[in-house]
């Protein structure tokens, strides 16, 4: 199969969350599975020297943007028997930052129209399409509107992944026109609670729903997780499938990792204990045995933050440190730079994305804290397992597909069910106390590690779902 995957960010060249993660990491599995797979992201400006310098000028086309006539160079490399697209516009792309802006509307309707044209200039001819979060939603609405009896398209199917479905890329009527350039009578496909969404685009056109975790499946039916979109998804259950994502385990591992400073396995953990005392001194924090949580994450609002904020203090006190990676909303940036001005000896902010200091706080925490209010797979409590630290989450989406508590004897880490602060604050008490008794902490370690989170399973699910579309 020729599979090609659009997305707006993909490891190494352009990251701000776990999304990038994925498409950095997926099509490298699929591939060594035997399939022809290739990724299409926009050519940002913060791409690295070190990765343009492999890259080659394929062609360049123009692009209908509505009325507009746009410029659109395209630039290919191959990386680990993936071959990589890179659309380029200065306009739209060369710009401090991925999103954010206020037209970005305008900016992905050019990138999903410009890798649909860029199909008939390149000699990659994908059977599938995998497209990913509302940045490329529009990709199965053209294909369905445009390009369905045209040659060379009529045989594609896509997939849609929902990465997390807060975000949906809704705006006011008039894109439709001004910048979509659909005409009114397909409005439908679009319109959405008097919006123009286009998540929801994707949702009607596309030949497969997929999502990050089959809890998070079931989940966005529910008011509660769909952000308004659960209306439509339960008329497309018939189309709709969870796969929990993998993580990259050549990449994330402990025994070679080059951002630690030692290096550590299931069998010889020592290396562990001395990225823990490394950490707390970078940090800046004193160097005990007290156990130390990690939180790697975007300080947003759905990542918990709020349960966090509420019992902090008391967690401080019962004897933890805390090492916080992140960026996000103001509200938590400025909660942790005032707990760090509070309690400098324990606690530790980063404001910001710093892919070799989240690996620091993986393998140097002993456990992690990630109490969702909703996760749709969660990477960063498979990445801290690899790293031998059990996490404390809520158990939701992925994090419930993927935590087990250690009540028992066969945890691997700690979950507890309602959002609500005490029921979070209980959890990390018990995690306390297994903490405090070695030998069943060292247990529990270890099963953590124990555990298989790379791709290869969810690649298989992955490869039966392209295969079933392309034998419908
Ligand atoms: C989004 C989700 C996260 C998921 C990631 C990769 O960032 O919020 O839960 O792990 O996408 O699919």
Request: charged share 25%; with cysteine.
């Amino acid at each position: 199969m020729n599979i090609l995957f659009a997305a707006s960010e993909a490891v190494p060249y352009s990251a701000s969350g776990g999304l990038a993660e994925v498409v950095g990491s997926l099509p490298k599995a699929i591939s060594k599975k035997g399939h022809n797979c290739a990724v299409v992201i926009p050519l940002y400006r913060s791409i690295k020297p070190e990765h343009r310098k492999y890259m080659y000028f394929v062609t360049n086309i123009t692009v209908d943007v509505s009325w507009r006539k746009q410029y659109c160079g395209i630039y290919s490399l191959e990386n680990n028997g993936v071959t990589y697209f890179f659309i380029d516009n200065e306009y739209y792309f060369d710009r401090d930052g991925l999103y954010g802006f206020y037209d970005d509307c305008e900016r992905f309707v050019f990138f999903d129209r410009a890798v649909i044209e860029m199909l008939k200039h390149i000699d990659f001819k994908p059977d599938i399409i995998s497209c990913n979060d509302w940045q490329t939603a529009l990709i199965p609405v053209y294909l369905q509107i445009y390009y369905k009896y045209q040659q060379g398209y009529n045989k594609i199917k896509t997939a849609f992944t929902i990465h997390n479905i807060a975000y949906q890329g809704k705006y006011g009527r008039e894109v439709l026109n001004e910048l979509m350039g659909i005409p009114e009578h397909n409005a439908g496909i679009l319109e959405y609670d008097g919006y123009i969404n286009m998540l929801k685009g994707a949702l009607e056109t596309t030949d497969r729903i997929i999502t990050v975790s089959p809890s998070y499946a079931k989940e966005i039916l529910d008011p509660w997780y769909a952000y308004g979109l659960d209306r439509i998804l339960v008329t497309k259950q018939h189309k709709l499938k969870g796969i929990l994502n993998g993580i990259d385990t050549d990449d994330y591992n402990p025994e070679k990792d080059p951002s630690i400073a030692w290096h550590f396995s299931k069998d010889n953990l020592s290396g562990k204990a001395k990225c823990k005392s490394e950490m707390l001194t970078a940090l800046g924090l004193v160097v005990d045995d007290e156990p130390v949580i990690g939180i790697v994450s975007r300080l947003v609002k759905h990542k918990g933050f709020d349960l966090i904020r509420c019992v902090f203090e008391e967690i401080i006190k019962s004897g933890f440190k805390f090492a916080v990676l992140g960026s996000g909303e103001k509200i938590y940036e400025e909660f942790f730079i005032e707990m760090a001005r509070r309690y400098p000896d324990r606690v530790s902010v980063t404001t910001g994305y710093v892919p070799e200091l989240a690996r620091i706080i993986y393998a140097g925490s002993d456990m992690i804290l990630m109490p969702s209010q909703n996760e749709p797979c969660g990477l960063a409590q498979m990445i801290a397992m690899r790293y031998g630290t059990p996490p404390i989450v809520r158990e939701t989406g992925g994090l419930r597909d993927s935590v087990r508590d250690n009540g028992g004897t066969d945890g691997n880490g700690f979950t507890f069910k309602t959002y609500n602060s005490d029921d979070m604050l209980d959890a990390v008490r018990r995690a306390k106390r297994d903490y405090d008794d070695k030998q069943r902490w060292n247990e529990l370690v270890l099963r953590a590690m124990n555990c298989d989170y790379s791709w290869t399973i969810p690649a298989e699910n992955y490869i039966e779902v392209f295969e079933e579309l392309i034998n419908e």
